[in-house]
Every structure is written in C-alpha cells, then in structure tokens.
C-alpha cells in the first residue's frame, strides 16, 4: 500500500515538473535558449550521423534492388551492363540534385539578400508544430526569424538556432503567419498556417476580386520575408460574414523538400523580441 | 530500463528516416504507440517515466515548448497503466479502443495546455482532417505494434522457425 503511494506521488511530482517546465516553455516564447541549446547541441551530431547513415542506405538498398532481379542473366553482359546501368543512374541522380541545386542557386542569386543553402535533417508534421531541423546553424549566420526558402517559393522561419544545427516552423504550422499581396489586385491579407497541408488567407474583403488559381506572394510588412516571394495559389474560396475565408495551396511541396536556402539578417541585439509570431 | 532505451532510440531514428524516406510515416505518432504499450505491460511509474521521456523527445524534434507532449503522454501512460488490467486483451476492438482513447486523451491534454497559455490551436476543417489522418495512422500502426507484441504471434513465430524434427 505504502509503495502504490510512493508511486502516485513520483507521478505526481513528475507530471507537476513537467507543467513547469512546459510553462516556462511556453511563457518564454521560442523557450529557455539556454536548455534547447543545449539538447540541441547534444542531439545534433546524432541527427546528422543518422542522416547520413540514412543517406548511405538509401544508396546501398538502391543498388541492392537493382542488382537483384539480374542474377539469371549472362554474367559477363550483366556485369557491362550494369556498370553502364549504374554510371546512367548515377549521373541521372547526380542531374536531378543538380538540378535542384541549381534552382536554388538561381534563387539565391536572384535575391538580393545574402543567403546559404542547407540540407533538412528531420521533417515533423504535426498538427500542433509543424518544423524542420536543418544542418546549418549559427557559424553560417543563421539567427531566428531568418526566412526560409525553397525554388518554388517560401517554406517557413528559423524559430532557433544553435552553432550547427537550426529548427524552421514551416509556414503551414498551427502558429506560422505571414503577411501577403495578392497578385492579381494587390490587396494586402495575411496567410496562416492550420497544421495541415494547406494556409489559410485571412482579412480580406468580400468586395475585393479573387479568382481561384490566383497566386499569393509575400507582401514584406510582417518584417520577416521580404516582398514579392511565392506562397502559394489560391485553392478554394468561402463566404464569411466579414471577411472571406480563401484557402491556399503552399507553392513548396514541404515533405519532399531536401534543400532549403536561408536569408540571413543581421543578428539582433540580445534581448531583442521576437517580429513574427511564435509557437 | 534498456528496453526504455531502445524504444526511445527508435523513435529518434524512426523521425530521421521518415523524414528521408517515407515522410508520410510522419502522421503516426510512434511515441504515443510506445507509451500506451509501455503502459500495458509495465508499472504505472515506469509508464509515466516512458511518456514523460518520449513526449520531450518528441517536443525537442518537433520545436513544440518542452513540456507540452512530455505532460500529456506521462499522463496517459500513468492512466492507461492504471486501467489497463480492466481494458487490455489481444482482441483488436479492446486495442483500437485503448489506442483511439489513448489519441484523444493525448490531444486534449495538448489542446488544453496550448489554451492554458493563451495558444489555443484551431480545429478547422483542414486541421480536423489533418487529426483524422494522424488518428488512423496512429491507430493501425499501434495495432500492428500490437500484434508483433503478442502471445499468439510470438507462439506462431516460434512454431515457424521450430526444426521440423521438434514438431
């Protein structure tokens, strides 16, 4: 009887230490710096090893599958084959990360804000925050409220950062907002993420002429993106009472992106508050 | 302890991978699946232990405040550790029912804590679907778990690598 007691109480006390923690999580905004600086430190060169002990598998288990269905064929030829087989492959893989490399060198070249390209180490797509890890960090200039980009347009911002590593609320997370043009009319509204896949375009005024299709860009008043970046195209419209409540499909497909490039900014002054909202 | 360990390991490499690989992976929540089966086989302090360590992994890689996942899934394993004798059989109605109140409950205590803050989420339409598609994907991936874990499936596999001279 005794030691159920002792056992409530541990539960209890663990789940009391758990709410603090949470509310002062919570109460700091992007949370205590110094606490996910240091989880982060640690984990980092975690998610970076297994990153690339992903990366390698997905090449072995590729040959692998390739070699397999061609055990019965004549051997000599296969092994030509299959070298020349490979080589195409490889190039074909190298051409489409090229490729996508390229596109986002365009894009950074095109802007003009300084700005470095990183490689996404963790994807979650939770309804309650919608993030990303990413493997560059404070040593490449990354800050929070850099704005996060890919070829097709915006992705997000950097929450936190640690010296290697940087989390991205992506603009489809619960708490992610921006302000944007529409371009046809180029009236002003602000986008919002719900968890899911989709944004939602609010304050915008049932006189103001919007067409299905029509693309949305950042208009650059929330002082975190800067104007005239892709967000998405408009998907679906309804009637409100005041404002309309238009839908939006993001220009990026998030889940399958594997390159972002990030604007740097100057860092802030410690003790800077945050312009974008927050989680 | 190590078992613990290696459940939490897997969550962290499952969320590595998923993200590489099969991002839609990504909807079924691995650290709810492990808390509610922590809590059906152990005691109601080491459920609570589990969820607790699982939920703040969870919030460190999802960029939620520390703390809000780590609350609610100490929570659930201390209940589901708590009923489970009432509730637990190896039929699949008892562990979907186990497993649906277990997304539920973990959901409420989340949307509860982001209001208490002043954060409340919006349920909208796409957000509803979004948790119906989590739900599901939790559901069945829990179930799956569920049957690997069992006494009949771990009879059935033991039957099948049995030399035919021990049969």
């Not at chain 1, 230490?17 to 919570?26: E, G, I």
């Not at chain 1, 470095?116 to 939770?126: F, H």
């Not at chain 1, 889940?255 to 802030?268: A, D, P």
């Not at chain 2, 699949?92 to 949307?111: D, E, K, R």
Request: charged share 20%; aromatic share 8%; proline share 4%.
């Amino acid at each position: 009887m005794l030691r159920k007691r002792r056992s409530d109480l541990l539960v209890f006390l663990l789940l009391v230490l758990q709410f603090v923690l949470f509310s002062t999580q919570a109460r700091l905004g992007s949370g205590d710096p110094a606490l996910k600086s240091w989880m982060l430190a640690l984990a980092g060169p975690a998610l970076k090893t297994t990153a690339a002990l992903a990366a390698g598998a997905e090449r072995l288990w590729r040959s692998y599958l390739y070699f397999a269905g061609l055990y019965r064929e004549n051997q000599a030829l296969k092994r030509e084959l299959e070298q020349l087989r490979l080589e195409s492959r490889r190039q074909a893989e190298m051409l489409e990360a090229g490729k996508r490399l390229a596109e986002l060198l365009e894009l950074k070249q095109q802007l003009p804000y300084p700005a470095v390209a990183a490689r996404i180490l963790v994807y979650n797509p939770s309804l309650f925050a919608r993030s990303a890890i990413i493997d560059k960090g404070r040593r490449d200039g990354i800050v929070p409220d850099c704005a996060v980009l890919a070829a097709g347009g915006v992705v997000g911002r950097v929450t936190f950062s640690t010296k290697d590593t940087a989390e991205v609320q992506l603009i489809t997370a619960a708490r992610a907002a921006a302000g944007v043009t529409l371009t046809a009319t180029g009236t002003h509204g602000v986008i919002s993420g719900t968890g899911s896949d989709l944004l939602l375009l609010n304050y915008v005024p049932p006189e103001v002429n919007v067409s299905m299709g029509e693309m949305v860009v950042t208009s650059g008043l929330d002082g975190i993106y800067p104007p005239g970046l892709v967000v998405g195209r408009i998907l679906a419209i309804k009637r409100g009472s005041i404002f309309r409540e238009i839908w939006l499909e993001p220009a990026v497909e998030l889940k399958k992106l594997r390159e972002v490039l990030v604007i740097l900014k100057e860092e802030k002054e410690p003790g800077a508050g945050s312009q974008g909202l927050e989680y | 302890m190590f078992k613990a360990i290696i459940a939490l390991l897997g969550i962290l490499i499952f969320q590595v991978l998923s993200s590489f690989w099969l991002p839609s992976l990504l909807h079924l929540d691995l650290a709810l699946i492990a808390t509610v089966y922590f809590a059906l086989r152990d005691a109601k302090l080491h459920a609570a232990l589990f969820g607790s360590a699982a939920g703040l992994l969870e919030d460190f890689l999802s960029g939620a405040p520390l703390g809000l996942n780590g609350f609610a899934k100490a929570l659930v394993g201390y209940l589901v550790a708590t009923f489970n004798r009432r509730l637990y059989s190896e039929a699949i109605a008892s562990q979907l029912i186990i497993l649906g109140l277990s997304f539920l409950l973990n959901l409420a205590l989340v949307w509860l804590l982001l209001s208490s803050v002043g954060r409340p989420v919006s349920l909208n339409p796409a957000a509803r679907t979004q948790l119906m598609i989590q739900a599901g994907a939790t559901m069945l991936g829990g179930l799956l778990v569920g049957l690997a874990l069992s006494e009949s499936f771990a009879n059935k596999v033991r039957e099948i690598t049995r030399r035919p001279g021990q049969r």
